[in-house]
């Protein structure tokens, strides 16, 4: 992935944190990195880290071969009209990372000659730990796998059908958010037994960091893990038993449900 050349138009939050993993990624060069903002002041670290930066969206696109589109949903028509002279048939590869956009919609903007694929990071990119899910529209198995290679460079990435893609919204982009609530109340219910809030956010971040992984490596069911600690009569199946009894599993399953059925109108 050395040779390719990156453009990422629009570094806002989730643009900047792509970039930011591109160029701390060793399989990427930082010269062939691109970043573009209107306020260029505010990605001045990407260029001390070795990207180019500019306010010029043709300019990025001409010298680039694989254009990660990172504005809002509504931008992105007025974008692909802007860069579109500056496409080559052959050449170009469009990511859009705007929610809610088909491949079919992009496609059509951009007259269908172009591979296009859809994109939905979460904002752990940030550091490196986002989950990419990934579809794609006139595109072949090589040009999936740059598009792959790209998002894992900031964390874990996967293929999916794009009819899962608002699915996938939901529980990779909107999923970290109900992560981040599950963790205050386990901070609020530590500090209510006796720790500072300081010391329990260290005790929650790295029991849930510790759980996520074991599930990744050991690559079992949360409930063959929950079993190793769930001893008769024990203090942990109290625990369970009761915020089940107060609709733990079914609020959150609530949740995702209500999150989807909104994404889908």
Same mark, same amino acid.
């Given at each position: 992935?050395?040779?390719?050349? &990156?453009? !990422?138009?629009?570094?806002?939050? #989730? @643009?900047? +944190?792509?970039?930011?993993?591109? $160029?701390? =990624?060793?399989?990427?060069?930082?010269?062939?990195?691109?970043?573009?903002?209107?306020?260029?002041?505010?990605?001045?670290?990407?260029?001390?880290?070795?990207?180019?930066?500019?306010?010029?969206?043709?300019?990025?696109?001409?010298?680039?071969?694989?254009?990660?589109?990172?504005?809002?949903?509504?931008?992105?028509?007025?974008?692909?009209?802007?860069?579109?002279?500056?496409?080559?048939?052959?050449?170009? &590869?469009? !990511?859009?990372?705007?929610?809610? #956009? @088909?491949? +079919?919609?992009?496609?059509?903007? $951009?007259? =269908?000659?172009?591979?296009?694929?859809?994109?939905?990071?979460?904002?752990?990119?940030?550091?490196?730990?986002?989950?990419?899910?990934?579809?794609?529209?006139?595109?072949?198995?090589?040009?999936?796998?740059?598009?792959?290679?790209?998002?894992?460079?900031?964390?874990?990435?996967?293929?999916?059908?794009?009819?899962?893609?608002?699915?996938?919204?939901?529980?990779?982009?909107?999923?970290?958010?109900?992560?981040?609530?599950?963790?205050?109340?386990?901070?609020? @219910?530590g500090i209510q037994i006796g720790f500072d809030a300081n010391t329990a956010k260290q005790i929650v971040s790295q029991t849930v960091k510790g759980a996520a992984e074991m599930l990744q490596k050991n690559k079992d069911h949360p409930e063959s893990e929950i079993d190793k600690v769930t001893t008769p009569k024990g203090c942990t199946i109290v625990g369970l038993n009761e915020m089940e009894h107060q609709g733990f599993s079914?609020?959150?399953?609530?949740?995702?449900?209500?999150?989807?059925?909104?994404?889908?109108?």
């Amino acid at each position: 992935m050395k040779n390719e050349k &990156i453009s !990422v138009i629009g570094c806002g939050n #989730l @643009g900047k +944190s792509i970039a930011k993993g591109l $160029l701390e =990624n060793e399989n990427f060069c930082s010269e062939n990195i691109i970043a573009t903002r209107r306020k260029l002041s505010l990605i001045k670290d990407l260029e001390t880290a070795g990207a180019k930066i500019t306010s010029d969206n043709l300019y990025a696109v001409k010298n680039s071969n694989i254009v990660l589109i990172a504005v809002k949903p509504y931008n992105v028509s007025k974008i692909i009209n802007e860069v579109k002279p500056a496409l080559k048939e052959g050449q170009h &590869i469009i !990511v859009s990372l705007a929610t809610g #956009l @088909g491949t +079919s919609e992009i496609s059509e903007m $951009l007259d =269908n000659k172009f591979p296009v694929f859809r994109a939905m990071p979460n904002i752990a990119a940030n550091i490196g730990e986002s989950v990419t899910c990934i579809c794609g529209k006139n595109c072949e198995a090589e040009q999936s796998q740059k598009i792959k290679a790209v998002f894992d460079a900031i964390g874990e990435s996967l293929l999916i059908n794009e009819e899962l893609m608002e699915a996938a919204t939901i529980l990779g982009a909107c999923g970290i958010a109900f992560v981040f609530r599950f963790i205050r109340a386990m901070i609020q @219910g530590g500090i209510q037994i006796g720790f500072d809030a300081n010391t329990a956010k260290q005790i929650v971040s790295q029991t849930v960091k510790g759980a996520a992984e074991m599930l990744q490596k050991n690559k079992d069911h949360p409930e063959s893990e929950i079993d190793k600690v769930t001893t008769p009569k024990g203090c942990t199946i109290v625990g369970l038993n009761e915020m089940e009894h107060q609709g733990f599993s079914s609020s959150l399953i609530k949740g995702i449900v209500s999150s989807f059925e909104k994404i889908e109108k």
